[in-house]
């Protein structure tokens, strides 16, 4: 398999001369990128969409020691594209830790107790299970880098996860 696939690039490379380069500019886009949301460095406009996030969220974390513990500081006074600190921002901590658990400990409870290795899979909705696993799998990182927590898109594969899965074991009766 490794062997093909270096065959394959190396057809592409002979082929399609630009295509060493294309390569590397895409490289020099995500290290742009990676500058400008860690250290707020720019280069270009392909990197600006990380910079903004980088000020966002410089903007929003000297605010914490100032959270209301109870009320948080209001819907979307702050902006930190971060949706699991939003939460915590704007409705105050226990807000935010109930959101943390819903949007990510108990989904990760709930995966981790699945058998999926080397399952078989005999009906539709044993792909179901499966496919909620990996749709939740795929959105997973959105919760750390883009968004706000209270957009559909945020919890459409969380509640697909709760539909598909069990919360409990089932219980084999003799």
């Known amino acids: ?63 914490l020691r100032e959270i209301n513990l109870f009320i948080g500081n209001g819907m979307f006074t702050t ?16 807000a935010g830790f109930l959101n943390l658990f819903l949007m990510l400990i108990f989904p990760l409870i709930l995966i981790l107790r699945q058998n999926i290795k080397n399952k078989i899979l005999i009906n539709d909705f044993q792909k179901s299970q499966y496919f909620s696993i990996l749709l939740y799998i795929y959105n997973l990182p959105n919760l750390f880098l883009h968004g706000t927590p209270y957009e559909y898109s945020m919890w459409l594969p969380i509640l697909i996860l709760y539909k598909f899965l069990p919360w409990r074991k089932k219980e084999h009766y003799v």
């Open 1 to 63: 398999n490794i062997a093909l696939l270096i065959i394959l690039v190396f057809l592409l490379l002979i082929f399609l001369p630009n295509t060493g380069e294309e390569i590397s500019n895409k490289f020099m886009i995500l290290y742009n990128a990676y500058d400008a949301y860690f250290y707020g460095e720019t280069l270009d406009f392909a990197a600006d969409s990380a910079a903004i996030r980088h000020q966002a969220l410089s903007n929003v974390l000297p605010t």
């Open 79 to 94: 902006r930190a594209d971060f949706p699991l600190l939003q939460v915590f921002t704007d409705l105050g901590f226990f």
